[in-house]
């Protein structure tokens, strides 16, 4: 069962699919850091918003991406130099 997660997440089917997966994500997190809920609660916990915010998001979609991404990154350039992408 691993092997053939393995070479789905590794095709060109997979790897689309999880970066559409990420979009709808971070889509569905921007329209909730818009909402008037989650501004108010940021603006009751002492800023209003901007910087902060702008920060965290940032610092969020860099590890989701990171996290994602990376992987199916490094895999395809440990086989092109005759490698094994897990360490042994």
Known sequence: ???VVTRW???RAGQWTMVAVIAYVLYLWYEDL???ATQAWIA??????TWATVFLVG???GI???ATCGP???GPV???KGQSAQSR
């Open 44 to 49: 009751a916990h002492g800023t209003d918003g």
């Open 1 to 3: 069962m691993k092997v």
């Open 9 to 11: 997440r590794r095709s």
């Open 72 to 74: 199916l990154l490094i």
């Open 34 to 36: 818009r909402s008037e």
């Open 59 to 61: 610092l969020a979609v």
């Open 78 to 80: 440990a086989r092109r």
């Open 64 to 66: 989701v991406v990171g």
